[in-house]
C-alpha cells in the first residue's frame, strides 16, 4: 500500500495531470504506477516527463541509458526501478542477463558503456563530487561532452524515481526483482 494516493484511473487523478497519463497511456499501452503515483503533482509529473522525453532524445543509446537507470536503482535500493528497468531493458533496449548483471554490480560487458556505467556509479556513490580522473575515464572510452552532461541528468532522473518510489512504497507493477539479489 502507498503512503500517498495512487490514483486509480486517469480520471481519478488531478486534472491538471489527466492530459499528462493519456499521453503516456497512448505511447505505451498503460499507466504504471509510478506514472500514477507522480500524477498527485500535475507539475511533478510534468517535469519527470520532460525531463525524460528531452533525454531520450540525446545522444546516449537507449541500451546505454538503461544500463544507467539499472546501477542507479541497484545501488539506491529500488525494487520498483530494478522491475521496470529490468523489463525494460530485455525487451526494449535487448539486453541480456549478464548484462543486466553486470549493470546492476556498476559495471558492463561492453567496453564502452562500461566506462559510462561506472561513470554514473561514480557520481551516485560521491553524490556528483567525482575527480577529474573520473571525466577523464569516460571521455577516454570515447564520450563527449554532450554525452557525460547526460549521464549526470540520467542518474539524476533515475535518482527521482528511485526517490519517489522509495518514499512512497509504489506498488510494483512489472515482473519483480529486488536489489538485495545482485
Known sequence: MTRISLPASIDAAPEGAQPLLEAVKKQIGSVPNLFRLTANSPAGLEGYLGL????????????????????????????????????????????????IAANRNGRSTDEKADAAVRFAVALV??????????????????????????????????????????????????????????
Open 125 to 182: 556513490q560521491n553524490r556528483g563530487q567525482v575527480g577529474k580522473d573520473d571525466v577523464k575515464a569516460v571521455k577516454a572510452a570515447g564520450y563527449g561532452d554532450a554525452e557525460l552532461v547526460e549521464i549526470v541528468a540520467h542518474v539524476a532522473l533515475s535518482t527521482l524515481t528511485n526517490y519517489l518510489n522509495e518514499a512512497f512504497d509504489t506498488p510494483i507493477d512489472f515482473p519483480a526483482v529486488h536489489a538485495a539479489a545482485a
Open 52 to 99: 525524460s522525453g528531452a533525454l531520450a532524445k540525446g545522444a546516449l543509446d537507449a541500451q546505454t541509458r538503461e544500463r544507467i537507470a539499472l546501477a542507479v536503482a541497484q545501488i539506491n535500493g529500488c525494487d520498483y526501478c530494478l522491475s521496470a528497468h529490468t523489463y525494460i531493458g530485455k525487451n526494449l533496449a535487448k539486453l541480456d542477463d549478464a548484462e
